[in-house]
């Protein structure tokens, strides 16, 4: 297969595949499992920030401070983001600012299913865009190096994306959406990895530049969702056997990205 072949069918395979099995296995989950589910997705996001990410995005800076200070312009930008669509929710219906029980954890405190009127998901569907572009890019670099380190990248990514995927699809479950449009937002977001692999293909060279602060602003949505939006919604919990559940569940979501992480290194 010529080069161009390889680059769509490694970018579709893992911007439609790994969605695919993260769905497989997160629609099994019951509505219950949602709040335990959450705190592992917390884990899943600042490992995946802090692990993987952001030391990615190091390697390739030229300036730590610039990198750092995108990071933080990041932070900032989705928290203005997230304000423009609580206006606009509280404009079209009653929103948390008029309510004060909603947003609460699904159990047995407050009447809602305890999610967040879809702020955290459409924040991590932006960040989860920009990473997936990123790895477009990174697979098409790696074909137009070699085939071999191509498809070898290629499965890395695959096998990288599904758990942090998973943990978005959770989250979008936990921000209000169903478990069908959940699932078609993710396959959108897969296909900024298309688009970034042909973009790469054709414009390589200009896009390169563009990498550390594509991966910086995708390490900011990370953060920014697991601490802002998702961890507060853990202290309505406050006995001692859920604390700990949560803890529990939030360290294996980081154990489950480093250990993918350096198994696909090793790679």
Not at 7 to 26: N, Q, R, T
Not at 169 to 190: D, E, P, Q, W
Not at 240 to 250: R, S
Request: net charge negative; with cysteine.
């Amino acid at each position: 297969m010529s080069t161009f072949v390889w680059i769509l069918f490694a970018s579709v395979a893992g911007g439609v595949l790994s969605v695919a099995l993260a769905a497989a296995i997160a629609l099994r989950a019951r509505a219950s499992w949602i709040p335990s589910l959450v705190s592992f997705a917390i884990g899943a996001l600042l490992g995946a920030a802090f692990l993987e990410i952001l030391p990615s995005a190091f390697e390739t800076a030229k300036d730590f401070h610039s990198l750092a200070a995108t990071v933080l312009a990041g932070i900032l930008g989705f928290f203005v983001l997230e304000k423009l669509v609580l206006w606009r929710h509280c404009h079209i219906e009653d929103c948390e600012a008029h309510d004060p029980h909603a947003g609460e954890h699904p159990t047995g405190h407050g009447h809602g299913h305890g999610h967040d009127h879809g702020r955290s998901g459409m924040l991590i569907l932006v960040g989860d865009s920009f990473h997936n572009f990123v790895d477009g890019i990174l697979i098409a670099a790696a074909f137009m190096q070699s085939t071999q380190l191509g498809i070898v990248t290629a499965a890395a990514v695959i096998a990288h994306e599904i758990p942090q995927e998973m943990g978005d699809f959770v989250i979008l479950l936990h921000s209000g959406y169903s478990k069908t449009r959940a699932l078609a937002m993710n396959l959108l977001s897969g296909v900024a990895m298309i688009v970034g692999a042909m973009l790469a293909y054709f414009a390589l060279k200009e896009l390169q530049g563009w990498i550390t602060t594509m991966l910086a602003i995708a390490a900011a949505s990370m953060i920014y969702v697991a601490v802002a939006d998702l961890i507060p919604g853990l202290h309505k919990r406050t006995e001692f056997k859920a604390t700990l559940q949560q803890v529990v569940l939030i360290a294996l979501g980081v154990a489950v990205i480093w250990v993918t992480g350096k198994l696909t290194h090793g790679a």
